[in-house]
């Protein structure tokens, strides 16, 4: 089957940079959606970013300050996080889907920590 695996994520202070990744292995050998999700304490789960076929999308908070981006070579999808605000702190939670109908693929969820 399909394995999800993030990394990138971790302790940066604010106005700093973190990229995350997220690799997919198994049946998965193109990315055809993507989403990056995030969700804080006492907050609800957040679409932060989406891949869906040749569009991309951004929540209001992120944009001009986050990047999507895929690589359908190995096939890895990244989150490049700009100018973080501590508001940014959350677990960040990749899901992947090879094609238009198939199955979104989730990964474990990886850390930000945005603080001084």
């Known amino acids: 089957q399909v394995q999800v695996v993030e990394s990138g994520g971790g302790l940066v202070q604010p106005g700093g940079s973190l990229r995350l990744s997220c690799a997919a292995s198994?049946?998965?050998?193109?990315?055809?959606?993507a989403t990056w999700h995030r969700q804080a304490p006492g907050k609800q789960r957040e679409l932060v970013a989406s891949?869906?076929?040749?569009?991309?999308n951004y929540a209001e908070s992120v944009k001009g300050r986050f990047t999507i981006s895929r690589d359908n070579a190995k096939p890895t999808v990244y989150l490049q996080m700009n100018s973080l605000k501590p508001e940014d702190t959350a677990v960040y939670s990749c899901?992947?889907?090879?094609?238009?109908?198939?199955?979104?693929?989730w990964g474990q969820g990886t850390q930000v920590t945005v603080s001084s």
């Open positions: 899901g992947i889907r090879g094609s238009f109908a198939g199955a979104t693929y």
């Open positions: 198994g049946s998965i050998f193109s990315i055809y959606f």
């Open positions: 891949i869906n076929g040749g569009y991309i």
